[in-house]
């Protein structure tokens, strides 16, 4: 069973996030939960948290749900689950992983453009997980995306017949190039990269990662996907 965790503020996007999660379910019966983050409400009356809790959908909100659940009525093997998640901790977050039976989860473009601390500090703590993620872009991954390529960190200790191995046993992807980290000099790199993106049609770009602490900066750093406007399979290095 391949279960998929897509943190969302139901943006339009969040349709491409869950045809992509269907894509990555195969044949695979699998549980698409959409998780919605709030702050807990600061107050000491219990019948104003429960007001502030059951505040309902924007009308925006309520059709990008239903375009959701009209997807995946049209599936055998999928089944969507809307989780509201008020407050958010590291534990907190690692037991929704566990207690789902998460596999992968699934980044919408627009969700780490939200501005709100509490989802800032999601998309951070979602990198120390060891939990695969595959960060989107702003249009839908390909149904039969499967030629990749690896931008291989100058740190990291895995191989890529280890990356090539853990993508066989829980992903269709291929490794078919790969290339070194940009750092901090992606204009120099970039065209090499863009190169062997045409030359052997990549479809998907991977990376692997370690746990960072969590800093909260007020210039946004550019992630790669958004720099090379394909998706990328990110991996916890002791995982994978």
């Known amino acids: 069973m391949k279960n998929f965790l897509i943190p969302t503020t139901l943006k339009s996007d969040t349709i491409f996030a869950v045809q992509s999660a269907i894509n990555q379910a195969k044949d695979y ?3 698409i939960i959409l998780m919605l983050v709030s702050d807990t409400p600061d107050t000491f009356s219990s019948s104003h948290f429960l007001r502030e809790m059951k505040s309902g959908l924007t009308p925006n909100q309520e059709d990008v749900l239903d375009q959701c659940r009209a997807i995946i009525s ?3 093997n999928c089944k969507i689950k809307v989780h509201h998640q008020y407050g958010l901790s590291s534990p907190i977050f690692r037991r929704i992983i566990e207690a789902f039976d998460i596999k992968l ?3 919408p473009h627009s969700y780490k453009q939200e501005t709100k601390r509490i989802h800032q500090y999601l998309v951070q703590l979602a990198g120390n997980q060891k939990c ?5 872009g702003n249009e839908p991954i390909k149904e039969d995306c ?3 390529l690896y931008i291989e960190n100058a ?3 895995a191989h890529v017949k280890d990356i090539q191995q853990f993508l066989d046993k829980n992903f269709s992807f291929e490794i078919v190039g790969q290339t070194s980290n940009y750092q901090n000099n992606f204009e120099e790199v970039a065209p090499h990269i863009n190169e062997a993106i045409s030359k052997y049609d990549i479809d998907l770009l991977i990376q692997t990662r370690k746990g960072e602490k969590i800093k909260f900066k007020k210039k946004k750093k550019e992630e790669i996907n958004e720099l090379l406007g394909l998706p990328v399979l990110s991996l916890y290095e002791e995982f994978a």
């Open 132 to 136: 695969p993620i595959l960060h989107l």
């Open 155 to 157: 740190t990291a200790n």
């Open 29 to 31: 019966k699998s549980e």
């Open 105 to 107: 989860l699934i980044l």
């Open 74 to 76: 049209n599936t055998d």
């Open 146 to 148: 499967n030629k990749a």
